[in-house]
């Protein structure tokens, strides 16, 4: 037995247990920000064995088995998967205190009912059973989603995508959970990559417009926006690794473009100003759409310039900055706000010395009918422990409104991360129950347990999914196990 893993795991207290019998067990899933490949889902695709469904892509574990002295080999290299399953079980039992110890033995057992530790004396037994229950019917993909209870998945998507899969999954209507797409524009704002120019052929043929000036930039991106609604998209996504703006006429912007096109160095401030205005254009276009806009700042990527050449980027070696993002930020929403383009905006930090910042910074802006426009984005990569998952919580009510956070996400790439959902739901419950049996907080078990169900499900429901904005209670449907009601049937196609 896992010891730790109990039906209290994580509840301290007695109003915690109740908050969480009452209001999570049944409780749906938006997950509006993952990595998960539509393609995977259309096709339910089969997993031959447990390190091709839990290892395969999942850089947190190689980064651990890293940091334990595991060879290459065996993480992203040529050995076989049950050497690569092996080498993870030499170090799960060294990850206590660190998240994956207790989501990998959480996944486990809510998914293969395998209620022991992960050990290298437990490993063989532990591949077997996971290997065979992986041919039978009720372990694939959907099935993952279905048991999960996940109303809604966003994905992740270029903005050349076809979206083919998506069309398909909206299409399927004995599958009943959303599958939509978000926008990630990182190869127009990105133009110092090397890919740049290749990635423009791929917007002209997309979008059937030839981008050759910078305002063809602009009406390409504008068909893929109007595309991307099309086909269910209502949020982008932006990897924002310093946070700096620059005022920039759109002349300046075509400068620094054509530059670009036409192979010449650029400095610095080029970059800057070319990203601030490109930026303040997509906002406008978001802001049209009633979309959302996720800013995914201070991550430092790619470290180790030689295992980046080896085996590529997003492979384990980023870490958090410590850029300065408060000016850079306010000046970047005001600027869409002084048009009356600022759209609904969720802000993730990835150094937790800007919990504070970002908490303010939520209290800025605001928008009649529309609870917590912009919104403090749970405890994000580096952050997304116990202890990161508190302190965003906590810097949030502390300035700002609790209350209308629009919780977790799984940012995974894994069909059985969900279980980070019911990890989050768990410290949210205990810290309103602590609140409430040490007289902070009311201790009132009903309106506390809608508040975790708005926490957990309905606030973000409604930010991502109702386009009026609206101010209504959180007793909408949508909250019982199976989620079958109107609202998400009609949401399948109508999202």
């Not at 920000?33 to 031959?48: A, D, G, S």
């Not at 799960?92 to 290298?120: A, C, Q, R």
């Not at 591949?127 to 279905?146: A, H, M, S, T, V």
């Not at 700042?297 to 295992?307: I, K, L, Y």
């Amino acid at each position: 037995m896992t010891t730790f893993l109990t039906k209290d795991f994580l509840l301290y207290n007695q109003t915690a247990i109740s908050l969480y019998e009452k209001a999570v067990k049944d409780l749906p899933i938006f997950d509006f920000h993952c990595h998960l490949v539509p393609k995977e889902i259309w096709e339910n695709k089969p997993y031959k064995n447990i390190t091709e469904l839990w290892l395969g892509g999942d850089h947190y574990k190689w980064r651990l088995m890293r940091m334990h002295g595991i060879e290459e080999n065996r993480i992203t290299g040529n050995a076989s998967d049950w050497e690569k399953f092996a080498a993870w079980a030499e170090t799960v039992p060294y990850l206590i205190g660190n998240p994956l110890y207790h989501w990998s033995h959480m996944e486990l057992k809510t998914y293969f009912d395998i209620d022991k530790l992960l050990t290298p004396a437990t490993a063989k037994e532990i591949w077997e059973e996971c290997n065979k229950k992986l041919q039978q019917p009720g372990y694939q993909p959907r099935d993952f989603i279905k048991k999960s209870n996940v109303a809604f998945v966003g994905t992740t998507d270029d903005p050349v995508s076809d979206l083919r899969y998506h069309a398909l999954l909206q299409q399927n209507r004995s599958f009943q959970t959303v599958v939509a797409p978000t926008f990630r524009p990182d190869g127009a704002i990105l133009i110092e990559r090397s890919t740049f120019v290749a990635w423009l052929a791929k917007l002209s043929d997309a979008s059937g417009i030839k981008v050759e000036t910078f305002s063809d930039l602009l009406a390409g991106l504008k068909q893929r926006v109007d595309f991307f609604h099309e086909h269910g998209g209502r949020a982008s996504d932006h990897d924002v690794q310093k946070m700096v703006y620059r005022e920039t006429t759109k002349e300046e912007a075509e400068k620094v473009f054509m530059k670009r096109l036409n192979d010449e160095d650029l400095t610095e401030e080029d970059l800057l100003r070319y990203r601030s205005f490109l930026m303040k254009e997509l906002g406008k276009m978001y802001n049209e759409k009633k979309w959302v806009m996720q800013l995914h700042m201070g991550a430092m990527r790619s470290n180790n310039t030689p295992m980046k050449e080896k085996i590529g980027p997003d492979t384990g070696f980023d870490s958090p900055g410590d850029g300065d993002v408060a000016e850079g930020l306010s000046r970047f929403l005001d600027a869409l706000e002084a048009n009356g383009s600022l759209p609904r905006t969720v802000l993730f930090n990835l150094n937790p010395k800007d919990n504070a910042v970002i908490a303010g910074m939520t209290g800025n802006f605001y928008e009649a009918g529309v609870p917590g426009k912009i919104q403090f984005g749970s405890a994000w990569w580096f952050n997304d422990h116990l202890d990161g998952m508190e302190q965003q919580m906590k810097a949030l009510a502390n300035v700002g409104m609790l209350s209308h956070f629009i919780g977790m996400l799984t940012d995974s790439r894994s069909f059985i991360s969900y279980e980070r959902h019911d990890y989050f739901r768990r410290i949210v419950c205990n810290i309103l129950g602590e609140w409430a049996e040490q007289g902070k907080a009311v201790n009132d078990l009903d309106f506390l347990a809608q508040m975790v169900r708005n926490i957990g499900y309905e606030n973000a429901r409604r930010y991502f999914l109702d386009r009026q904005g609206g101010t209504n209670n959180g007793n909408s449907a949508g909250t019982s196990k199976g989620h079958s009601n109107p609202e998400n049937a009609e949401s399948k196609t109508a999202v």
